[in-house]
């Protein structure tokens, strides 16, 4: 169960995600989380730092959408002028609207990538879809914050990695 919560990957923020990264792992689209993880909680619109990034997307030919869990008078409002598929109150981990927005999107499961900053609701709900999962470092954390949150995260593979290998005996 508690497997079910490890993100594949695990990144400081958004913007590391480059080229290289979703050409490496056959990502032909995102879905983001949008608190914390594009945007801290306060900000009602994309940011031009969010907007350069999506364009950056669209130029790679990749594809994107949000699901976010929180109302949709916040999720309208930040999602408006994207023309993007989107959700709002997703009650992530429920798989419902990451399906929907999956079909929208029109690429399969294993080619898209969910970017978000919780564990319990984000990266449980992506797995549960067959999504590549991508922590992030929830928006307004420290650098020591993130050496912190990069040690547990370590902690937590190197242990299914051990857990593995002994079942394997
Ligand atoms: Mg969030």
Known sequence: MLEKCYPDFCVKS?????????????????????????VIHKEPEP???VLEYFEFLSSKGIKYGIVS???????????????????SRAFKPRKKHLRRIAS????????????GDQVFTDMLGANRMGFVSVLVM????????????????ENIVMNKYHNKRQNQG
């Open 14 to 38: 958004v913007w590391e995600l480059d080229g290289s990264f979703y050409k490496e792992n056959n990502i032909k689209a995102v879905i983001f989380d949008i608190d914390n993880t594009l």
């Open 47 to 49: 940011t031009r730092e």
């Open 69 to 87: 869990n929180n109302k949709p008078q916040r999720v309208d409002s930040f999602c408006k002028n994207l023309g993007v598929p989107y959700a």
């Open 104 to 115: 929208e999107l029109g690429v399969p499961c294993e080619n898209i990538c969910f970017v």
């Open 138 to 153: 929830a928006l307004g954390e420290n650098e020591t914050g993130f050496v912190a949150f990069k040690r547990i995260f």
